[in-house]
């Protein structure tokens, strides 16, 4: 059982940036990939970034250019650099972490408004 906890999300003004942490507790972590997903109000969960153990990467297109996912394997760790964050960006954000199976955190909340 992958147990993955979240933090860093908050409220932040448009144009502003934020940095997501999930840790997870789980053996052979390096061998996972791990993602954040988010689903706002009324809309179906969408993916943001995945990354390979190996630390290839994969964006929505909505947020190439803005958001860095990146993760220490030493530390068991996955993290969301959002920069330039706008309102539509307004999510709940989960982290997920895939091997033979999908697991998820509990969902960490980002508000981007003025």
């Known amino acids: 059982q992958v147990q993955l906890v979240e933090s860093g999300g908050g409220l932040v003004q448009p144009g502003g940036s934020l940095r997501l942490s999930c840790v997870a507790s789980?053996?052979?972590?390096?061998?996972?990939?791990m993602g954040w997903y988010r689903q706002a109000p009324g809309k179906q969960r969408e993916l943001v970034a995945t990354?390979?153990?190996?630390?290839?990467?994969n964006y929505a297109d909505s947020v190439k250019g803005r958001f860095t996912i990146s993760r220490d394997n030493a530390k068991k760790t996955v993290y969301l650099q959002m920069n330039s964050l706008k309102p539509e960006d307004t999510a709940v954000y989960y982290c997920?972490?895939?091997?033979?199976?999908?697991?998820w955190g509990q969902g960490t909340q980002v508000t981007v408004s003025s």
């Open positions: 990354i390979t153990y190996g630390g290839s990467t």
């Open positions: 997920n972490a895939r091997r033979f199976s999908d697991s």
């Open positions: 789980v053996s052979f972590f390096s061998r996972y990939v």
